[in-house]
């Protein structure tokens, strides 16, 4: 029968206190996402808070929008916002060309962690815009 030494067992339980508390920060929180709008019939927009689209996201992170396929033409815009009691905080603006898509990332960081952040989405300059891809911080 084998027998592990004080030693041996410090370091394995230290080995899995350690890997239990890295854990949370090597995943990141990410959702899929499909939106599409008319840009002018719709107003225009696609808010999430009047969707009831909220997302997780932990505090200190820059949430990046990643953007797998799209339609339309010209610029859109995609806004982060939390919701709060009062007044909800706005984490700013990002552009996302619609001809050449790319990672819009976030400048201002989640200012805790929380299930109430969304995004409205809007512009274009064609008659309907879709996006779908993956939100994550």
Not at 3 to 25: G, H, R, W
Not at 73 to 97: H, M, P
Not at 110 to 124: A, N, Q, R, V
Request: a positive charge; aromatic letters at 12%; glycine letters at 8%.
């Amino acid at each position: 029968m084998t027998k592990f030494t004080p030693k041996f067992s410090a370091v394995l339980m230290s080995l899995v206190i350690a890997s239990s508390v890295a854990l949370p920060e090597i995943s990141a929180n990410s959702d899929k996402y499909s939106v599409s709008w008319t840009t002018h019939m719709d107003g225009g927009i696609v808010k999430g808070d009047h969707n009831d689209q909220y997302h997780n996201f932990r505090e200190g992170k820059h949430v990046s929008v990643t953007v797998s396929s799209c339609s339309g033409a010209g610029t859109a815009y995609v806004q982060l916002y939390r919701s709060k009691l009062f007044a909800d905080l706005d984490l700013g603006t990002e552009t996302i060309n619609l001809s050449n898509p790319k990672t819009a990332k976030f400048s201002k960081k989640t200012d805790k962690t929380s299930g109430s952040y969304y995004f409205w989405f809007w512009g274009g300059n064609s008659k309907k815009v879709s996006l779908k891809g993956t939100m994550h911080d």
